[in-house]
């Protein structure tokens, strides 16, 4: 099978490279932006461009894979690219002002846009944005206070999986990696991330409502607490934390794991391999990922970066992406040009119903997200040093 390249998107190095990097709380910064664009002009012939491995692909590393050239041929804009592996990773190299756009997770675009570092959008401007789903506009991770800072481009769960011939009966709940992690003890799977404490926040809104849990990035210090003891918990059952998905895939494969958090590229992966592997949403709902492709308020070629906002959310190039990739893409137009013409279904692509059971990676700020104003939620700095604490 054609391998997508969010199975190859992360160095071996990114588990340490994520932990090692500063984690900066999301009022870390100068404060927001205002400096919106009113009107296009010429573009400025180069963009830089910062993004996960797989979305900026210029034919080098796969011939069949080449949407680059394209923009390059429509706009004049020549195209210069970064990839990276981690969220602190593209926070870190995004402010120091050498990129004119990032495609940024749930867990980066907050601390982007509360520390001045990436633009508002106007999107009057982009031709292609009114046709994006509308269930990612407008969300907290992409637009603050009713102000809009990027174009929503691919979207995913984190799934839970698991080997049919070792976990049964088949789960259903995220239960199988928190209270039952002990019948499989050293054979359990995470994702290497201080967002997974949100995994746990929201397992504990389902079965502990007496903590009054609304948002599992949005946790006071109680909540905060409970959630990271219930990591602790589950610590001695955890064989690999994950952040590269080929890695983990690979720990499926030998039996090394054996339920755990997954990308559905991971199980279409597996599989692929002859794995006996399925994947399930489970009952409580999952975390997710929603990227947002920005533009930096340093920029000195804004023309040109909005140029690639518009081009990579139009359905030819958002079908490639998504595809290569390995996610949904945010143009439903995209759908009907995909090489696999089952790949919109694979990934939920459209089904409001199902992305409604996705809680997308946000950045924990101190200002609660669920609108509660009469206590102090716990920021992601802090998220970052449990984390620490919890993988010992």
Known sequence: MKFSKRALAVASAAAALAMTVAACGADGGSGRSTDKMTALGDGEGKVSILAWPG?????????NANWVKPFEEQTGCMVEFKPFGTSDEALTL????????????????????????VSPINTDLLTNYKDVFPFLKNKPWNTVDGVNYGVPHGWGANLLMYRTDIVQPAPTSWKAVFEDAPKHKGK???????????DAAMYLMAHKPELGIKNPYALDQTQFDAAVALLKEQRPNVGEYWSDITKSVQAFGNGSSVVGTTWQVGANIA?????????????????????TWMVSSKSERKNCAYKWLDYIVSPKANAQVAEYFGESPANPKACELTTD???CDTYHSGDADYASKIWYWTTPVAACLDG??????IDYSEWTKAWLEIKG
């Open 341 to 343: 013409k089952k790949h």
């Open 188 to 198: 359990v799977t995470a994702y290497d991330s201080p967002i997974y404490i949100a």
């Open 55 to 63: 979305y900026v692909e210029d034919g080098s590393n796969d011939p």
């Open 94 to 117: 995004m402010r120091s002002g050498q990129y004119d756009v990032v495609s940024a997770s749930g867990d980066a675009s907050l601390r982007l846009i509360e520390g001045g570092d």
């Open 372 to 377: 509660r104003t009469d206590v102090k939620c």
């Open 271 to 291: 599989k692929g391999n002859n794995t006996p592997v399925e994947t399930v949403l489970p009952s409580e709902g999952a975390t997710g990922w929603s990227d």
